[in-house]
Structure formats: C-alpha cells, structure tokens
C-alpha cells in the first residue's frame, strides 16, 4: 500500500538532481515540500524561484526537521565501477514530454532506464528520473532564464566525453529534443566524435500545454492548422527571423513557445500586422503539472492578464479561435 503524502509537509535534505527528483515526485503526489541543503542544483533553485517549493540554503540541523511530516534523504549515486567502462558507449536523446512524468514515452522510460549517465535539465520530468538505476551517475545541465546556465558547448562536451569513456547516455530534455531543444545540435556533436547516437521521440508541449486545458490547436470550422513559433527573442530583434505580417495572415492558430517576457510585444506585432486586436488567447504555465494555471484574453489584453496574474515561465501562449473553446478546469 502506497503512503499518501497529500498535504503533508516533507523535508527534503539535499540539494543534487537526485533530490530534484524526489521533490518533483513529492509535488506530483500533492506535497508542501522544503529543501534544506548548502549547496542545490539549479533546478531546485528554478523550482525554489517560481514558488513551487521553500529551499532553504545551509545544512540540515534538528530544527530543520522538526514538524515535518515526512523526511527524505535521497541516496547518492554509487560508483559503476571500471567493469561497466568497456569500449565505446551511445548516446540517446529523450523528448520528456511537457512535465507530467506519465507523458514519457515507453521507449523514453527504457533508455532512462538502462542509461549509465543521464544528462538532464530543468524542464525535464524530474519524477521520471526515479526510473534510473541506483549506479547512474545524473548530471544537472539547467539553463535558467537569468540565472545559472550550463553552455550548449559544455553539454555536447559531456555527452561526447561520457560516451567515449564507454557509457551509454541519455539526454533527457522537456518536450521534444527537436522544437527548440537544440537536438540536431547534440546529434551533430556526437556524429562529428564518431559517438552511435539516436532519437526518442517526446510529446510536445506546444500541443501538450494546450490540450492538458483543454484548448485544442485545431478545431473543425475554427482553423486547419496551427503554427509554433518561439518567443524567445521580440520582434525586431536582430536575431529574430520571424515574419509577423505573414504570421498574422496565416488564419492558423499560432502557438507561442518560450515567450512569457517578450508576450506583449508579440501580441503587439501581431495587431500592428493587421491580426484583430478582440482575437482569443491563453496562456497555459506549468502545462500538465498540479501547478498548472490557465489564463485567458484577448490579444490585446493578453500580456496584462497574463502578468497580472504573476505567469512566469515555462508557459504557453495560444492565439486564435480556438482560445475561445470552453475547455477543462
């Protein structure tokens, strides 16, 4: 029988990714959750940074600990040991789908599970890093939006490094590896080094966020298509390669990734491109997790609404008809 530990207050002390996976296990089942570690991950400081958990910075003492309902010590990784170094290992992207741990693919969850070096990030489903072997050495790659960031050159040295040494790896990454996950760039990366690399497919959440609050991208009568677009740089921007006139002419519902801090200029772009002004949107965050919000606008009054109501990343906007579509609590 599984112990229900909704609503209950848990301590986690320590603050590697393995900790990150048990906090992200322990939020799924519906828990407060404390970090108590001097030195955390930066996933765990994202999750500390958006609310999701309390994080407190030192060593774990008896006052740490007290009232908690619940306290977990997350075993270290142990050593694989040379036998297990044995010629020339693979490496093998994992999309890991929007947030929810259950939205990994089968073959997703087989690679983790037979990984010996699991390269992750924040995005990624951190529950579903409980599947790895208790010898899996799990590195921690988190790029956090103005904060502490690990260079793509430095991830695709790793997995060159790891695989050479005869490891099998797993990068595992939120969403799909190929929408704006820079996987064809890791793949380059291990085929120059002569690394045996392959794809797993992952859900992604420019249609997984969307569909989890019930907003469809497409819906007969609406729109016959839909078009994903990253946000992370505004219009105008130099390295902005975007066409907003043509985007607002498509009669495609258009979805927005990566584009909480530039959303009022989009939307603005968009009206300034002829696209109506009274149009529906929403912007879904934290898609598919119990932290999950939905707000919804019109194109106009999106980025108020949105900041208004403190949505930060990672969210999802939708702009179109389709925002309009009563969808799910």
């Known amino acids: ?24 296990a322990l939020l799924e089942s519906g828990a407060r959750v404390t970090v108590v570690a001097a030195e955390a991950t930066a996933t765990l400081e994202d999750l ?7 994080l407190v910075a030192r060593d774990a003492g008896p006052d740490d600990l007290t009232g908690a309902d619940l306290v977990l010590r997350p075993a270290r990784s142990a050593d694989p040991g040379p036998d297990r170094i044995l010629g020339t290992g693979s490496v093998t992207l994992v999309g890991g ?23 992750t990030d924040r995005l990624a489903p ?3 890093l409980a599947w790895a072997r208790p010898d899996a050495e799990i ?12 260079s793509q050159e430095e991830i695709n040295r790793l997995l060159v490094e790891h695989a050479k040494s005869g490891r099998r790896v797993v990068r595992f990454k939120g969403g799909d590896n190929f ?7 890791e793949i380059l990366a291990c085929l120059d080094a002569g690394i045996e690399v392959r794809a797993v497919p992952g859900v992604s959440s420019s249609i997984a966020a969307p569909a ?16 994903v677009i990253s946000g992370h740089v505004p219009p105008g921007h130099p390295d902005s390669t975007l066409d907003y006139a043509a985007l607002a002419r498509t009669g495609t519902t258009l979805v927005v990734l990566m584009g909480v801090r530039t959303l009022g200029a989009i939307c603005a772009a968009l009206v300034e491109a002829g696209l109506d002004p009274s149009t529906p949107a929403a912007v879904v965050a934290d898609g598919t997790l119990p932290s999950q919000r939905v707000v919804r606008a019109t194109l106009a009054t999106l980025d108020q609404v949105a900041s208004a109501a403190g949505i930060g990343a990672p969210a999802v906007a939708v702009i179109g008809d389709v925002a ?4 799910l609590a």
């Open 324 to 327: 309009d579509i009563p969808g």
């Open 97 to 119: 789908g929007p947030g929810d741990p259950g939205l990994v693919t089968v073959a997703g969850r087989d690679a983790i599970a037979s990984a010996d070096v699991v390269v």
């Open 1 to 24: 029988m599984e112990l229900s530990v909704t609503g209950l207050h848990a301590v986690v002390v320590g603050g590697d990714i393995r900790a990150a996976a048990q906090v992200a």
């Open 179 to 185: 929408v704006f996950g820079r996987g064809s760039e």
């Open 212 to 227: 989890s609050a019930g907003i469809p991208v497409t819906h007969r009568g609406l729109t016959q298509g839909f078009t």
């Open 48 to 54: 500390a940074a958006r609310g999701l958990i309390d």
């Open 139 to 150: 590195i921690d790659v988190a790029k956090i939006p103005h904060g502490r960031s690990t």
């Open 126 to 128: 951190l529950a579903a």
